[in-house]
């Protein structure tokens, strides 16, 4: 993901991440972080390794509402995690 501003006017973009974190009671869990541009993308790939390391499933945000990430978690059997 690269950013659009160019502020030096140099023709060069800088690059950009996203950063997803889980957090309970505000303590870091778990982070992720994708060179993708919005949260819906970097959702599937968060899960997975997540999953990966046995840590249990965090609750979300409809911010990452898509037919993809809801297909995913009907196949998971996870659908309570959005709220």
């Known amino acids: ?4 501003e160019d502020h030096m006017k140099n023709g060069q973009l800088k690059p950009g991440y996203n950063v997803q ?4 009671n505000q303590f ?7 060179q993708r541009p919005t949260d819906t993308r970097c959702f599937i790939p968060y899960m997975e390794k997540l999953a990966a390391f046995s840590l249990p499933m965090l609750k979300t945000v409809t911010g ?5 990430n809801y297909m995913q978690l009907v196949l998971r059997k996870s659908l309570d995690l959005i709220f």
């Open 1 to 4: 993901m690269r950013m659009k």
């Open 21 to 24: 974190i889980g957090t309970e």
């Open 28 to 34: 870091i869990l778990f982070y992720t972080i994708h």
């Open 64 to 68: 990452y509402g898509s037919e993809e």
